[in-house]
């Protein structure tokens, strides 16, 4: 597959120098540090939330299904 990215400035420099050193490619440059990138991700350890639900009860006169009756207890309370 095809795709085109724009890659300016020192780091293009920096790729086609490292490309010139070792005789390949820039496609092959680029792809084998992408390798490497998504080789690293794969050791990062998951993300868990840590969910702790909090237990309450409804005031009286708030409807939960009622998003006006929520803002104006709500701005009443300021």
Known sequence: MKITV???????????RKAADEGV?????VEGTLRVY??????????QLNWKPER????????LDDRDVLFNLMDSRS
């Open 6 to 16: 724009e890659i300016g400035g020192k780091l293009l420099r920096q790729i086609k």
């Open 25 to 29: 490619t820039i496609r092959q440059v």
């Open 38 to 47: 998504f080789g690293k991700q794969t050791n990062r350890k998951r993300y």
């Open 56 to 63: 309450g009860h409804i005031l009286p006169g708030v409807q």
